[in-house]
């Protein structure tokens, strides 16, 4: 009798930590798995998507870990995807194959939901504004944090990541808005807003003033490094652009 009440007793730990372990991973890691990148899915929707760009030139290796800051969005009811770059598919880097890429995403999720945003970090960042920069109609609205903008600082921090061929062959986003009429350059700035850290040696935020100054979009200058977007209240700060 006693061997079967601990048999019994086991089984229901067991249960108990199989279950907490369950609601644990789907509350820290609810994503699929696509052609076009990861797709984590809110708890409860806000019939709003976001694209998101993420930084740096390499894979993400855990979607569930690798990415905290697209959590702040799925818990405000945001269904995000995380773009796959070229590389991650196997394929030569290239931005506008980036760029294509991210337009397919949206124009699939548009099917889906009321409302596309767009955002990138750094490398993401400027994916995010070559892709808004020339198909601002189909995007609701897009966030680029610490992003590139001018072709001439490309080649000093490609030496740093290992991307410069990544920059070649087109126009930096500073130098396509200034061939824009005036107002449709305000228009775009009305749906954009920059983030740079006033201590970021990477990307310094004299990056995205002269873009800011073409656009008139919003600018916004925080206490931080390049690494700046993984702090809630810089996330806030795009949260609240995106709603408002």
């Known amino acids: 009798m006693k061997s079967i009440s601990f048999r019994v007793g086991v089984i229901l730990i067991g249960l108990a930590i199989f279950t907490y372990a369950e609601a644990w991973g789907a509350d820290q890691a609810v994503y ?20 998101y760009c993420h930084w740096g030139f ?3 290796r855990n979607p569930g870990l ?62 995010a504004l070559q892709t808004f920069l020339r198909y601002s109609e189909k995007i609701d609205k ?18 740093k990541i290992r991307g410069e061929e990544y920059f070649k062959g087109m126009e930096d986003p500073y130098e396509y808005v200034g061939k824009m ?17 006033n201590k970021d040696d990477v990307v310094p935020a004299s990056q995205g003033i002269g873009l800011s100054e073409k656009t008139k979009c ?16 810089n996330q806030r700060l795009a949260r609240e652009f995106l709603l408002n």
């Open 58 to 60: 390499g894979k993400v």
């Open 142 to 159: 897009c966030v680029a944090v610490v992003a590139p903008a001018h072709m001439e600082f490309y080649e000093r921090i490609g030496k």
């Open 66 to 127: 690798d990415l905290p800051d697209v959590y702040y969005f799925v818990d405000h009811g945001w269904t995000v995807l995380v773009l796959k770059y070229e590389e991650e598919k196997g394929k030569p880097k290239s931005i506008k194959g980036d760029i294509k890429d991210a337009m397919k995403a949206i124009l699939s999720l548009k099917e889906k939901f009321k409302s596309i945003d767009l955002l990138g970090v750094s490398r993401g960042g400027y994916v």
């Open 218 to 233: 919003k600018l916004i200058l925080v206490d931080g490094d390049h690494f700046l977007f993984n702090k809630q209240e």
């Open 32 to 51: 699929a798995t696509t052609d076009a990148g990861y797709i984590f899915h809110p708890r409860l929707s806000s019939d709003r998507a976001l694209v």
């Open 181 to 197: 009429p005036l107002t449709e350059r305000h228009e775009l700035g009305k749906k954009l807003l920059l983030i740079y850290g």
